[in-house]
């Protein structure tokens, strides 16, 4: 059974990706506030979508783990289209990256949880927890609180 506090925060980033799509970067790059509260924005969107997913069990992760792992997709990609500024640059390409990092685990637990395979559905989950603290902490380098608050 998935931890309920990681079941919220995968969904709340999942459903941030479809609302980040809205607010894209365009080609200027942008300054730190508005870096931030774009990128607040997209995950406070993710965590409104992602509330109806119901993430609690293996079988319910089979169910609805395509659609969360999509959620999370659009959240990187709409994150990874801003254009944050130099002083945050390092810092939001590595939030970026674990956002896409953790996507990608999100779709290898769901197949897990396809498969029936309980034992790798919580051995990703583990390393789901353990990568979500280091995204925390690059969203609240770059200051946005928001997306931190997704994977604490």
Do not use: H
Not at 26 to 35: E, H, P, R
Not at 66 to 78: M, S, V
Not at 123 to 145: C, H, N, P, Y
């Amino acid at each position: 059974m998935m931890n309920r506090t990681l079941v919220a925060s995968l969904v709340l980033v999942a459903s941030a990706t479809v609302v980040a799509a809205g607010c894209g970067g365009g080609g200027n790059k942008l300054t730190k506030a508005q870096y931030v509260a774009k990128a607040d924005a997209a995950c406070a969107a993710a965590q409104s979508e992602g509330k109806g997913l119901d993430l609690s069990t293996t079988d319910k992760i089979a169910a609805n783990g395509d659609r969360a792992k999509q959620i999370f997709d659009e959240l990187a990609n709409k994150i990874d289209n801003l254009q944050p500024p130099d002083e945050i640059k390092t810092q939001a390409q590595s939030f970026v990256d674990g956002l896409k990092q953790e996507a990608t685990q999100f779709g290898d637990m769901t197949q897990a949880a396809k498969d029936g395979d309980a034992a790798k559905v919580r051995q990703i989950q583990e390393k789901l927890a353990s990568e979500s603290s280091a995204t925390s902490e690059d969203a609240r380098f770059v200051g946005a609180t928001g997306c931190a608050r997704l994977f604490s």
